[in-house]
């Protein structure tokens, strides 16, 4: 029974661990894709204060992370034109990451959960 009580507390501390920053757009990269990859859409950020963001452990290039969009996801285009917004006027974003983004170990790269003027 303590085994599964600390399993559970585990899990649940890794289920809350996500990367959240704000800044705004250094780069922003389109691919079309390939014959074995899709298209896809990611970019950087300058962080305004980087002590006001949340950085997980597992990020091995520190704040520098590469943030990809979903680009099958319906509110692609609004997404799209908050990012070029941002890269071309520095306008500031705040960007969630997904919660499970440590759970394969280290990584330099964040899958966006939300994204939002600030």
Known sequence: MKLKIAAAIIVSINAIAENTVY??????ITRSGDKTSGPSIYFRLNLINPESSTIESCMSEGDNI???IDVSTPI????????KESYKN?????????????????????????????
């Open 66 to 68: 590469t943030w990809y």
């Open 23 to 28: 800044g705004s757009v250094s780069e922003l």
């Open 76 to 83: 692609i285009d609004i997404q799209y034109q908050m990012l």
């Open 90 to 118: 520095k306008t500031y974003l705040h960007l969630s990451g997904q919660d499970d983004v440590c759970a394969n170990g280290d990584t330099s790269y964040d899958n966006v959960f939300e994204i939002s003027t600030w």
